[in-house]
């Protein structure tokens, strides 16, 4: 979960630089890999939808990574995958997945911190926090990973969208090439602050400046969900996922209730400190 999330520029290489602050969930897939078996990913789980199950997949294409860097054939290895969350929907799931294929796999092969590190870092730009969890700010396409003091666990209640669209990131990107860019004073000041509960309100995410143009009926869905809460709604990462973060276990459940018969569905989970 991006609790700030700062869009500073763009890169030669089209990328773009960021800084945020992200935070892991106690929401997770769950990833079995095991050598001696049919090679191949297989996708399972209540959102397994929209997640593939091919090479094109980022836990398999993690495993090739560290399989190249370290000299190893992926002859016999499997990839299971059982979604507990929603696929493309800013939350960090294909990355996470991939995150811990070359855990799982660097522990197999002895694979040192800075080669599961290289390999993360060449599957895509968020992988490298999941092999640091907790709290940290990460910079660069964010690769550059910080660990910082972790957060207090506090509900969180998420809130999924039935439809995202294609090319989102890219779409939303573009969109925000038009505007000014973030500073990065956001990110530093969340830094820097002592450890405490997150509010709703000191939540930032540049994509919201686009977003609700770009997802269709979302900014209706922050609306009614706002209207029901009386308190701010987020949105997760580039999307469409919207969040609402507190303290009060009794309004988290009345925030998870807030998404009856409205068009998402609704997970109720906790921040996770890490180690």
Same mark, same amino acid.
């Given at each position: =979960? ?169 779409? =939303? ?30 939540? !930032?995410?540049? !994509?919201?400046r686009v977003a609700f143009d770009?997802?269709?009926g979302l900014a209706e869905l ?54």
């Amino acid at each position: =979960m991006n609790l700030v999330l700062e869009v500073t520029g763009r890169r030669p290489d089209g990328y773009h630089e960021i800084d945020t602050v992200l935070q892991a969930l106690a929401l997770a897939d769950r990833v079995t890999v095991t050598v001696g078996a049919a090679a191949g990913v297989a996708v399972a789980g209540p959102f397994a939808a929209g997640t593939p199950a091919d090479e094109t997949n980022l836990a398999w294409r993690a495993a090739e990574a560290l399989a190249r860097q370290l000299g190893h054939s992926l002859t016999g290895v499997s990839v299971a995958l059982e979604k507990q969350i929603p696929a493309a929907g800013g939350l960090g799931g294909g990355a996470s997945d991939a995150a811990a294929v070359i855990r799982l796999l660097g522990e197999r092969w002895g694979a040192t911190h800075e080669q599961e590190l290289a390999a993360a870092n060449s599957v895509g730009s968020d992988e490298a926090f999941f092999l640091v969890g907790g709290t940290a700010r990460a910079r660069g396409r964010g690769e550059r990973v910080e660990r910082l003091i972790p957060l207090p666990r506090q509900p969180l209640v998420l809130f999924i969208p039935l439809a995202t669209v294609e090319r989102k990131t890219a779409r =939303m990107f573009a969109a925000l090439d038009e505007l000014p860019f973030d500073s990065g004073e956001v990110s530093e000041a969340f830094a820097r602050r002592q450890p405490g509960s997150v509010r709703a309100a000191a939540v !930032f995410n540049a !994509f919201e400046r686009v977003a609700f143009d770009v997802f269709e009926g979302l900014a209706e869905l922050r609306a009614a969900l706002e209207g029901r809460i009386g308190e701010p709604v987020h949105l997760a990462g580039a999307g469409p996922t919207l969040f609402w973060i507190g303290s009060d276990e009794g309004q988290a459940r009345r925030a998870l209730a807030s998404a009856r018969g409205l068009a998402c569905s609704a997970i109720l989970t906790t921040t996770e400190p890490g180690e």
